[in-house]
């Protein structure tokens, strides 16, 4: 499903740091947590995205829901780095929270293949904010199948 494109000026606004670009597709819930960016790169694919004041909580930090669907989506880069199919199920998910996130903070996560079978996918990655280590993300995904191109 296409992605709403992003408005003028607001990648600007985001300041994603290099090599990011704006993920074209999202789902329709990617689209209200977003706008999430993506850096394919075989060495260090990554996905993040910068605090605005709708991610907060009442306690004025990221909302933990926020941080979990990042975590979720780092399946996004490995996806596109590893060739898998468009549709990754997610199987299972443990989150550890250990630092507050911030409004104006890049938030990213650059996830790790830990095993990979014929159809299940292990993986981990660490949610940074500004670089500092915020979650910790184990996530388990079915591989899915590929889509005919036309």
């Given at each position: 499903?296409?992605?709403?494109?992003?408005?003028?000026?607001?990648?600007?606004a985001?300041?994603?740091?290099?090599?990011?670009?704006?993920?074209?597709?999202?789902?329709?819930?990617?689209?209200?947590?977003?706008?999430?960016?993506?850096?394919?790169?075989?060495?260090?694919?990554?996905?993040?995205f910068?605090?605005?004041?709708?991610?907060?909580?009442?306690?004025?930090?990221?909302?933990?829901?926020?941080?979990?669907?990042?975590?979720?989506?780092?399946?996004?880069?490995?996806?596109?780095?590893?060739?898998?199919?468009?549709?990754?199920?997610?199987?299972?998910?443990?989150?550890?929270?250990?630092?507050?996130?911030?409004?104006?903070?890049?938030?990213?996560?650059?996830?790790?293949?830990?095993?990979?079978?014929?159809?299940?996918?292990?993986?981990?990655?660490?949610?940074?904010?500004?670089g500092?280590?915020?979650?910790?993300?184990?996530?388990?995904?079915?591989?899915?199948?590929?889509?005919?191109?036309?």
């Open positions: 499903m296409p992605g709403a494109p992003i408005q003028a000026g607001e990648a600007e985001d300041n994603p740091p290099p090599g990011f670009v704006p993920l074209s597709e999202s789902s329709q819930s990617e689209l209200l947590s977003g706008p999430y960016y993506v850096r394919i790169d075989k060495e260090a694919p990554a996905i993040g910068r605090v605005q004041r709708r991610h907060l909580n009442r306690a004025g930090m990221c909302h933990g829901g926020v941080l979990a669907t990042l975590a979720d989506m780092n399946i996004t880069p490995i996806s596109r780095s590893e060739d898998l199919g468009e549709v990754n199920p997610t199987i299972s998910m443990t989150l550890d929270y250990f630092a507050p996130v911030v409004l104006g903070q890049w938030v990213e996560a650059q996830p790790q293949i830990l095993r990979r079978t014929r159809n299940i996918l292990f993986s981990r990655c660490v949610l940074t904010a500004d500092v280590p915020s979650v910790n993300a184990s996530v388990v995904y079915k591989i899915g199948r590929k889509r005919d191109r036309e």
